[in-house]
């Protein structure tokens, strides 16, 4: 009797240890994928960042008149440009003298 018993723990004894095992490779790969999903979520910020840039960059695009196309708006987006550039022209002006 005392030998099965011995037996019983020795099979339990190792099928703990097989848990184990199996237990720290699952810790290993959550911290894997815990990592990953760091490193993911930084490049997500990353491209929202960017994206926020092109969207604000294309909508002063859309109000100054370049994305839409027409005549109009190609001939008051060159008078804005000459407009800021002859306050540019203005300022150096005032700066030299």
């Not at 020795?10 to 894997?32: A, F, M, P, V, W």
């Amino acid at each position: 009797m005392k030998q099965i018993y011995q037996e019983e723990v020795e099979l339990l004894k190792k099928n703990l240890k097989i848990l184990e095992g199996i237990i720290n490779q699952q810790n290993t790969k959550i911290e894997e994928l815990e990592t990953e999903n760091r490193e993911l979520n930084i490049i997500i910020n990353e491209n929202k960042i960017i994206f926020e840039d092109i969207e604000d960059k294309y909508k002063k695009l859309l109000s100054v008149g370049v994305l839409s196309g027409d005549k109009e708006g190609i001939k008051e987006t060159r008078n804005t440009i000459n407009k800021l550039v002859r306050e540019i022209d203005t300022c150096i002006a005032l700066l030299n003298e």
